[in-house]
T-cell receptor, first 114, second 112 residues
């Protein structure tokens, strides 16, 4: 299957700082990428859909000014958690979609906000 | 009622057993069906991807889709301890970048 990478794999930051997470499709071009959040023992919660060259579409209840998404190229999308607080601590996972509709996930980024 | 229902388990089986995992759904517009495996603290790994009704086999895995019953299954033959993970079903109305609707995941443990 196709490979999607995420960086960093884990990050610890102080409350009030911003954190950027990168998602890259390594061996295919992805016009659409997705950002998810997952709490322990729960399923994935879709945060936003990111299309290359256009503004992201956010799910209901997700603050677009807090979770900034940029999809600058067909292989890179970034999620920036601005002014992070302890309640933003979570496992963030991206996925990239092929033209055929298969979605491949990155390994995830564990964010801890102190 | 959730759009996709999946028994959370946990499901415990002995090594070598055949495992059956299932999901039901309510949205008749779903056309694409997927099964993912997720190990703890890792991203989901795509196991099977099918379109519409029918069967698909890949190694020890077989996916079945019955759209008339709105029911999908994943069978794992000759289960191994390394198969112990959470299995998520997912589905979408269209391919090519359409968002997925996930089940809650079934936790599977294969014991020696």
């Amino acid at each position: 299957g196709a490979v999607v990478s995420q960086h960093p794999s884990w990050v610890i930051c102080k409350s009030g700082t911003s954190v950027k997470i990168e998602c890259r499709s390594l061996d295919f071009q992805a016009t659409t990428m997705f950002w998810y959040r997952q709490f322990p023992k729960q399923s994935l919660m879709l945060m936003a859909t990111s299309n290359e060259g256009s503004k992201a579409t956010y799910e209901q209840g997700v603050e677009k000014d807090k979770f900034l998404i940029n999809h600058a190229s067909l292989t890179l999308s970034t999620l920036t958690v601005t002014s992070a607080h302890p309640e933003d601590s979570s496992f963030y996972i991206c996925s990239a979609s092929t033209l055929e509709g298969e979605q491949f996930f990155g390994p995830g980024t564990r964010l801890t906000v102190l | 009622q959730k759009e996709v229902e999946q028994d959370p388990g946990p499901l415990s089986v002995p090594e070598g057993a055949i495992v059956s995992l299932n999901c039901t759904y309510s949205n008749s517009a779903f056309q694409y069906f997927m099964w993912y495996r997720q190990y703890s603290r890792k991203g989901p790994e795509l196991l099977m991807y099918t379109y519409s009704s029918g069967n698909k086999e890949d190694g020890r895995f077989t996916a079945q889709v019955d759209k008339s019953s709105k029911y999908i299954s994943l069978f794992i033959r000759d289960s191994q301890p390394s198969d112990s993970a959470t299995y998520l079903c997912a589905m979408s109305e269209a391919g090519g970048g359409n968002k997925l609707t996930f089940g809650t995941g079934t936790q599977l443990k294969v014991e020696l």
